[in-house]
């Protein structure tokens, strides 16, 4: 029997799905022209600023104060990716990189530290497991994020996936939005609770409603919403927006912003900013009305040009061998099997019955390339949709696993060092790249989420369920990469004279939440680098004294954040007053190394360069 | 696995004629004795295994090697050969081996291809230019179910001439002069993160990683003229390679350079620890954090 026959056979024995056909984003003669460009800027025959723009244009971002090397960000639009692309990603990271792949906060993932003249071989590599770079970067409609429980989240409308891949479609080269003012982002949702809708330009929720007799399918569009140096939530643009006018109001949208949007002040050119100027209400008719100007102009070639229809999975996704009974625990502590504390924090069980969500664990978003390998082939063997998708928390969900392959992905994920708990908890830290590879970061918040991560799950926080629904998130300067602002506890990077000495410091943020409730955080105070895990650690020590029955830790924030807490700690004020002696330092003479930052053996100076998510 | 097995026999012998007597009668000048290229294939192999006109080299470990190894391959651990690679000392190994002048020699490893590359280029350095590397590792060779033997092999004493090439070797001083000099390059094979960290002043970073790609330890020559290509080095230049500690990784970095066309390629086999060691300048990166980004 050939190999590839006894893998058919295997795999319909376990029921997968053949694989998704190569989704073809990627195109063969942009590595040439990319390779060619840079010869020719090597040769000063582009200027740097020109070449900027293309570099950008092509998912290729510069790295910290070192201009020979790229951080190439590659699109994994709705966060889907086969076992092959990942495979794949693996060789190029090995190759070209170094050695680790990066998920982003954007679903995207990252290869850093790619020499320039390397770019193109990693595009060529992508085009091939029909990925791309082009427009990852740059002042365009960047990765269309989708959330990574739609298809399978028991309180979706419908499953938004097949709408968020033909917009990611329609925009990706489309010439009307090559050259917007700024980066425009799309981010679809699955239900009310997940998804990054209200902190996107547009942000869509799957919606059902009947109009005339008639179940009509359509979302809650939310527009102006982002996270940045200055953010704002999305404004609901209407009750409801029907399928069928999806793509004239993201046109009509994109259009308003190209047209109206501010090109000279870089630090206000997003979206949001246009919106908050232009008030919403104003901002909102413009939109109604450009969106029926879209409507009676545009081509019926360039209307068909989105095509959910295509989008949609149409193979038949094979069955869960029935209810599998499972030790769901109701309780694990740290000392309970490995095996039981995984499945308590990374398994969710899905509407298909039978199905679920596995989680990857990784520190930061981190992977190496044997990791990705075990990964695919996990993938591939044990998800009946034989994709994953890469989640705003940096880690992947591996969908449809039966029950009864769960102790099987386990173990195999465990070979790998893959099997770490808490990624649906408190543990699992978000961090952007930071210092380790960002021209903007002033901190290291890279590692910083990782410590967090590490010591939390050496404590067992993982197993308090009180804790679960709490998130932190951590950004190396404050453009909010790390999305901290939507945490329950979130962190931006900045430098700050203690005593005589520079240090790396974080402000600190309380009660931002993401979902179409999801609110900003609000800054408290500022944090030490060095003193980050033990003040997050006396907050929590705090909550468990002063919490009412029930209340989660999220919820307790929350509350305190309102100013209606009900004991000793009643509002921010009496929390600060808490958390002064957490963040209190030893003098820099008897320990110097408290005012470095993670990662660094010498003295703490705030260095940076331009940034680069504009050009 | 059975299966597998047979299918891969199956779909190599066929080909293996065909390419046997093209091969044949490409040879000239040593009549009897095959010129190999700088890459064996499998296919070939067999074929000269089988013609008893070839030496086969295993670089592996001595019980690496005891415990299975390619039909006829001497063994020829790398540490063995590093004790003392002075040209008189490799030139007496090769005559313990049996190899004559123009005999056919390839070399294997099982670290994809780096060893063999340094013990292929200390063979061509003292004299025996007709060596090649071995397109795959030993464990591709079993994977692909290919013969294998544990049966230890010696042949009879052979005598092999000595002519040093100096064209391939670069020192210390040879690489500190040529940092200045139009038209030479240095290359340092080692991965990014460590290139990153610290390098020669002025070398360009080829990490060893990208000249490989699945099944093979070296990409096929137009797809590496490419990627050299694209960092701009012109065919004509002088490159010299180096990487960490004792010239394998730039070993393998050498054929890769020589594959692509390049032909003026140096080794400079002490590499960077002599040269740390010498205390010469460095180039160090210290601006970014960039080793944690990594998963390890």
């Keep these: 029997m050939t190999r590839a026959r006894a893998a058919a056979a295997s795999q319909k024995q376990r029921g997968v799905s053949p694989p998704k056909p190569n989704p073809k984003w990627g195109r063969e003669e942009e590595t040439e022209y990319f390779a060619k460009k840079v010869k020719l800027f090597r040769q000063g025959k582009i200027s740097e600023d020109d070449f900027r723009r293309f570099r950008l244009q092509h998912g290729a971002y510069g790295s910290r104060l070192h201009a020979d090397y790229s951080m190439v960000r590659i699109k994994v639009p709705s966060g889907e990716i086969t076992a092959d692309q990942i495979e794949k990603i693996a060789s190029l990271s090995e190759a070209f990189s170094i050695g ?26 992508l085009v091939e497991s029909g990925l791309t770079t082009r427009e990852a970067c740059g002042n365009t409609v960047r990765n269309v994020m989708c959330s990574h429980f739609a298809g399978v989240c028991p309180n979706e409308a419908f499953d938004a996936t097949p709408y968020s891949m033909a917009v990611a479609r329609f925009f990706l080269r489309n010439p009307m939005c090559q050259n917007l003012p700024r980066k425009f982002k799309v981010n679809f949702g699955c239900c009310e609770k997940h998804g990054l809708v209200k902190v ?14 008639r179940q009509v399918k359509g979302f809650r569009v939310y527009l102006g919403g982002g996270l940045g140096a200055a953010s704002f939530i999305g404004h609901p643009l209407e009750d409801f927006t029907p399928e069928d006018r999806v793509l004239s109001t993201c046109m009509a949208t994109v259009r308003l912003f190209d047209r109206h949007g501010n090109r000279e002040n870089m630090a206000r050119n997003r979206m949001r900013y246009l919106v908050h100027e232009t008030g919403w209400e104003k901002f909102q008719k413009m939109v109604l009305k450009e969106r029926t100007a879209v409507e009676m102009t545009t081509s019926l070639a360039t209307a068909a040009s989105y095509d959910v229809e295509s989008q949609v999975d149409k193979r038949a996704l094979p069955k869960s061998n029935g ?75 591996v969908r449809y696993v039966r029950g009864s392959d769960l102790k099987e992905f386990f173990d195999r994920l465990s070979t790998a060092g893959l099997a770490n708990p808490g990624a649906l908890t408190v543990a699992s830290a978000v961090g952007c790249s930071g210092t380790t590879s960002c021209n903007l970061a002033i901190t290291n918040s890279h590692r910083l989420a990782k410590e967090v991560q590490r010591r939390f799950l050496e404590l067992g926080l993982d197993t308090d369920d009180s804790l679960a629904d709490a998130t932190i998130k951590i950004s190396g300067c ?44 609000r800054a408290i105070m500022r944090v030490p680098a060095k003193r980050v895990i033990d003040t997050i650690l006396k907050i929590i020590e705090t909550y468990r004294t002063e919490r009412s029955q029930g209340e989660t830790l999220h919820q307790w924030v929350v509350r305190i954040v309102k100013g209606q807490g009900a004991g000793n700690v009643k509002n921010l004020d009496d929390m600060k007053k808490v958390l002064v002696p957490a963040i209190q330092l030893p003098p820099a003479e008897s320990d110097p190394d408290a005012y470095r930052d993670y990662g660094s053996d010498s003295k703490f100076t705030a260095k940076t360069a331009r940034g680069e998510c504009a050009a | ?114 060893l063999a590359a340094r013990v292929a280029w200390t063979f061509q350095y003292v004299g025996h230019t007709n060596t090649a590397l071995l397109e795959m590792t030993f464990s591709q060779w079993k994977g692909l179910g290919l013969e294998v ?30 940092q200045s000099q139009q038209g030479k390059l240095l290359v340092d094979s080692r991965e990014r993160l460590n290139f990153l960290t610290e390098h020669i002043p002025t070398a360009r970073n080829i990490p060893y990683t990208m000249l490989g790609s699945n099944g093979s330890i070296l990409r096929k020559a137009d797809e590496l003229k490419r990627m050299i290509e694209n960092r701009g ?44 060691s010498l205390g010469k300048p460095k180039d160090e990166f210290k601006e970014a954090n960039y080793w944690d980004l990594s998963a390890e």
């Design chain 2, 149 to 178: 033997e544990a049966k230890e092999n010696t042949f009879k004493r052979a005598k092999h001439p000595l002519s040093v090439n100096k064209e391939m070797y670069a020192d210390a001083p040879y690489v500190e002069a040529a």
């Design chain 1, 478 to 521: 404050p453009n909010s990469c790390g999305q901290h602002e939507i945490a329950t506890i979130g962190f931006f990077g900045g430098a700050t004279r203690i005593g005589n000495t520079m240090s790396p410091t974080y402000t600190m943020l309380f009660g931002g939440s993401a979902g179409e409730q999801g609110e900003l955080g």
């Design chain 2, 233 to 276: 080095i012109p065919q004509d230049s002088e490159i010299i390679t180096y990487c960490g500690s004792v010239g394998t990784l730039s070993g393998l970095a050498y054929y890769a350079l020589k594959l692509a066309g390049y032909n003026n390629v140096k080794l400079y086999p002490k590499s960077f620890k002599e040269w740390k």
């Design chain 1, 323 to 397: 209810i599998v009974k499972l030790p769901m625990f109701d309780k694990v502590t740290k000392d309970s099997p490995a095996f039981e504390r995984w499945l308590h924090t990374n398994t969710v069980p899905q509407k298909q019955q039978g199905m679920f969500t596995v989680f990857i664990t990784l520190g930061a978003g981190d992977i190496t390339a044997s990791q990705l390998r075990v990964l695919a082939s996990a993938i591939r063997e044990l998800s009946a949709e034989g994709v994953a998708r890469t989640t705003p928390q940096q880690n992947f969900a």
């Design chain 1, 200 to 213: 996107a330009d547009i942000g869509l929720v799957p919606a059902i409603k009947e109009i005339d007799g």
């Design chain 1, 100 to 125: 680790s792949a990066h998920v982003s906060t954007r679903q995207n993932i990252q290869l850093h530290w790619v020499q320039l003249e390397d770019v193109s071989e990693v595009m060529r590599g």
């Design chain 2, 1 to 114: 696995m059975r299966g597998l097995k047979k299918a891969a026999k199956a779909k190599v012998k066929p080909k293996i004629k065909a390419r046997a007597v093209k091969v044949a009668k490409k040879a000239k000048g040593a009549p009897g004795f095959v010129r190999l290229p700088i890459v064996c294939d499998a296919d070939l192999l067999r074929t000269l295994v089988r013609k008893k006109s070839v030496r086969v080299v295993d670089v592996r470990r001595a019980e690496d090697y005891k415990a299975g190894h390619i039909p006829t391959a001497v063994s020829l651990p790398l540490a063995r050969l590093l004790e003392n690679d002075s040209p008189e000392r490799v030139v007496q190994i090769l005559e313990e081996l049996g190899i004559t002048e123009k005999m056919p020699v390839v070399v294997y490893d099982d670290t994809f291809g780096a």
